[in-house]
């Protein structure tokens, strides 16, 4: 199936993008990040346009969000607990919750691309539990910003080479994932040294 999605990035391209990143964002199985490494690479050919590439993705993974929120929204508990049956998909949910629990707002932004199969679950549980509609939007337009600048960008530096750059993708996470932990660590340090010193 992947075959045949790359077969169309050059005929459907923008319109490709948009699509498979939307379904993606709705937990709908299909390879949208290898999509965005492959229409990088597309770019450093100059068979696509970068901002168009970057647009249409973000585009698609926006709406999905939307989408999923909504759906989460209108379903509320009742298709939370309908999704959960499935012991996979429960799992999703519950890490999802935790984290927009334990993270508030950061949980939605690292769904979108640091626990990226978390994502699509956060989208319909943060509807279903009321979470903030405009503290959503905004943490996961900021999220997926991240989301799609790295995949389709690795995809323009790595354009001879998509499974170099998917698994680049795959380090740069990791690495982006411990500089978050060291910077909510510090803040950690000075909120507390500066509750100490009020104290």
Same mark, same amino acid.
């Given at each position: ?103 508030? &707002?950061?949980?939605?932004? #690292?769904?979108? /691309? *640091? !626990? $990226?199969?978390?994502?699509?679950? =956060? ?56 500089? &978050?932990?060291?910077?909510? #660590?510090?803040? /950690? *340090? !000075? $909120?507390?040294?500066?509750?100490? =010193?009020?104290?």
């Amino acid at each position: 199936m992947t075959d045949w999605f790359l077969a169309l990035v050059p005929t459907y391209g923008l319109w490709l993008l948009l699509g498979v990143t939307f379904l993606a964002c709705l937990a709908l199985p299909v390879p949208c990040s290898i999509l965005m490494l492959t229409a990088g690479g597309f770019v450093a050919t100059e068979d696509l346009v970068l901002w168009q590439v970057m647009a249409a993705a973000l585009t698609g993974a926006v709406l999905g969000d939307q989408v999923g929120y909504r759906v989460g929204l209108i379903g509320g508990h009742d298709l939370l607990s309908r999704m959960a049956a499935n012991p996979a998909r429960g799992a999703m949910i519950k890490r999802a919750i935790d984290l927009m629990d334990k993270r508030g &707002a950061l949980g939605i932004f #690292f769904t979108r /691309w *640091l !626990f $990226a199969p978390v994502g699509p679950w =956060a989208n319909f549980a943060a509807g279903a539990t009321g979470f903030d509609y405009l503290r959503f939007t905004i943490w996961a337009v900021a999220g997926e910003t991240v989301w799609v600048s790295l995949y389709v960008l690795l995809g323009y530096s790595f354009a001879g080479n998509i499974e170099a750059a998917s698994e680049l993708a795959s380090s740069a996470l990791g690495i982006l994932a411990g500089v &978050a932990a060291m910077l909510g #660590f510090g803040y /950690w *340090l !000075f $909120a507390s040294r500066r509750q100490d =010193a009020v104290a």
